[in-house]
């Protein structure tokens, strides 16, 4: 139980990805918020969390409001003490070229994607600091390198690369490593909605030969909030089966 009494707060935690990272740092002994806009579906996995015996709670929140996510963090903080591990997965598209892109699609993009995950570094990020230890894992993309129709999106997923290596720079003297990864094409709910044809299409171009699945992205944020993960800090891990590498 690496993570015993260590508190855990993973965004986007109803489904997906975000679902499964909860799942496994409270396998390891975590207590684990499970945070989500969709209250129902945060639900659900923290009461399958408890089922297996693990430590959960569901917490209804929407990132890009500063007063949502600090009223989150300080019920997790009364519940359990603050926030030790920090996994900024929440994440939307609202895809669109950029000349059709609306105002609104653009700043709910930059709200939930870039904003959010800045408003939950400075909820959870004054307990590590006082403490002297702690993890914060951001949810960047390979989408960050360039996507057509996807201007907001990308946007946001480079911003929070920029984020991450300054954070890293501000936050190493309190013993607290800053993180990010960028998924490449993961199986999930969200790309069942891509027709078959175009998934064949976009499997042809991972040299592994086939998607990645929601572990193999939860593995990996487990690892950098490891204890013995410590002398690494202000990197973007690629999580993609090669895609984005020349071939």
């Not at 991450?164 to 936050?171: D, G, K, S, Y």
């Amino acid at each position: 139980m690496v993570f015993k009494d260590k508190v855990a707060l993973v965004t986007g935690a109803g489904q997906g990805i975000g679902a499964e990272t909860a799942r496994v740092f409270a396998k390891d002994g975590a207590r684990v918020a499970v945070a989500d806009w969709n209250e129902s579906a945060a639900q659900a996995v923290a009461a399958e969390i408890q089922k297996a015996g693990g430590q959960a709670a569901a917490y209804k929140v929407d990132v890009s409001s500063r007063d949502a996510v600090f009223a989150m963090v300080n019920s997790i903080s009364k519940a359990w003490g603050g926030v030790d591990i920090l996994i900024n997965n929440a994440g939307i598209t609202r895809d669109k070229s950029a000349l059709k892109m609306e105002p609104h699609q653009w700043d709910q993009v930059v709200g939930v994607n870039l904003t959010g995950p800045f408003h939950c570094v400075q909820a959870c990020a004054p307990n590590m600091r006082d403490k002297q230890w702690g993890r914060i894992i951001s949810a960047s993309s390979v989408s960050s390198f360039g996507a057509f129709g996807q201007a907001n999106y990308a946007a946001t997923k480079a911003g929070l690369v920029g984020l991450t290596r300054t954070l890293a720079i501000e936050f190493a003297r309190y013993g607290v490593t800053v993180n990010a990864i960028a998924p490449g094409f993961i199986h999930t709910a969200m790309t069942d909605a891509i027709p078959d044809e175009i998934r064949a299409n976009m499997i042809k171009t991972i040299p592994v030969g086939h998607e990645g699945r929601p572990i193999d992205i939860a593995r990996v944020y487990h690892f950098l909030a490891l204890p013995e993960s410590g002398f690494i800090t202000g990197q973007l891990f690629v999580i993609d089966g090669g895609q984005t590498l020349p071939h």
